[in-house]
């Protein structure tokens, strides 16, 4: 049993995976504050699926019931063909949430993020608006700049700041080094419904290029996906969006369906994210008082449903070792790799092998992704604790 009374803990992110370890490091007794870099609570981004051992952190959070009520709720899904014809029709599953009958749960990125976040409570501290700019290390702590806050010292710091974190690139070095090319780039965007999708989502394949939207509701507004296929990975500024809808815009003309509708309110879309199909693979995830957790130190691939899962699981299993270490932090972190780290390279493994295999002929030959879920065996972190 460790006293994480007084033990304060930096948490860089206020996403899925920042906002699952600060609850957890909050619960089991540490002072946390969460920086991140946007002015609020990132709006928009595509749907999630909380699946596998997920779903028994959220059960514990207290909030799975929350997120079922909240889910997407999809009644089936649609792909059509260039005119617009309808080529495929199902309504047992669909091509992002998988099976009606799994108990996996699909819900909308910024839906999760705001259950997360009122789950955290009043007790985590938030700083909006401001990154770390630099980490300096002692036997004692860390000492942390900021670019706006003045300078602070921490027992611990997590990165939870996604693919490009910059956590990751001060505590190991450059991202290049860890980033493995998966082959080609998705956006997601919140547009007007103007297709009138009602709790339904329809898709367009045209060889290396691709369209889809996703409807909850007539009168709400909708989420569109654009992506292409690209042997070699493309430079481009990843806070650059305007380019990146250049780029995008670039790529798929030519295409039909409502794809030049969905381009023209890409250019005004309230929320806009842009990025490869990539991994981060690194030989290890912490860096004596520094960790990275979900994307920033393993991301799988944000094609195939199981970032989000593996991003909430392994924030429990995290937020759990730095409780148990009896104050010896780092040790607490080395001991959440030993925990997680095969789980994270099957799951790797899994989206690398879906990645390279071709998949079934004809319009419905989809992957379900429920099948690629990885099990984790949880302790039960609040009873070690106590």
């Not at 260039?82 to 009958?101: A, H, K, V, W």
Request: proline content about 2%.
């Amino acid at each position: 049993m460790s006293d994480a009374s007084g033990r304060r803990i930096l948490v860089s992110g206020a996403s899925v995976a920042g906002l699952t370890v600060a609850y957890w490091l909050n619960r089991l007794g540490f002072q946390v504050t969460v920086v991140e870099v946007s002015a609020g609570l990132r709006p928009g981004g595509q749907a999630l699926d909380v699946r596998g051992p997920a779903l028994r952190v959220a059960e514990g959070m207290g909030i799975l019931d929350e997120i079922r009520e909240r889910s997407t709720r999809l009644r089936g899904m649609s792909v059509v063909d260039r005119t617009g014809e309808e080529i495929f029709q199902t309504t047992e599953r669909t091509l992002t949430g998988g099976r009606f009958d799994a108990p996996d749960v699909e819900i909308l990125r910024d839906d999760l993020v705001g259950v997360l976040h009122a789950a955290a409570g009043e007790h985590v501290r938030y700083v909006f608006g401001d990154r770390i700019t630099a980490l300096r290390q002692d036997e004692l702590g860390v000492e942390v700049t900021f670019e706006s806050a003045a300078p602070a010292r921490f027992d611990f710091v997590v990165g939870a700041d996604g693919m490009h974190s910059g956590v990751r690139r001060l505590a190991f070095g450059p991202e290049q080094q860890f980033l493995r090319y998966l082959g080609g780039y998705v956006a997601v965007m919140t547009i007007p419904n103007f297709t009138g999708l009602d709790r339904w989502q329809t898709f367009h394949i045209d060889e290396n290029v691709g369209a889809g939207i996703i409807g909850l509701g007539r009168d709400e507004e909708a989420r569109a996906y654009l992506g292409f296929q690209s042997d070699e990975p493309i430079e481009y500024d990843f806070r650059d969006a305007s380019s990146q809808k250049q780029l995008l815009t670039d790529r798929v003309k030519g295409m039909g369906w409502v794809v030049p509708q969905i381009v023209e309110l890409m250019r005004d879309a309230s929320s806009f994210h842009f990025d490869s199909r990539s991994q981060v693979v690194m030989e290890r995830w912490t860096h004596g008082r520094v960790t990275l957790v979900g994307d920033a130190g393993y991301a799988v691939s944000l094609t195939t449903g199981q970032g989000t899962s593996i991003a909430m699981t392994c924030a429990y299993v995290l937020a759990g070792e730095l409780a148990s270490a009896a104050n010896d932090l780092a040790a607490g972190a080395i001991r959440y790799e030993q925990e997680v780290r095969d789980y994270v390279l099957r799951s790797q493994a899994a989206a690398r092998k879906l990645n390279d295999e071709e998949t079934e002929e004809g319009p419905g030959g989809f992957t379900d992704f429920g099948e690629l879920v990885e099990d984790l065996a949880l302790k039960d972190y609040l009873a070690v604790t106590g």
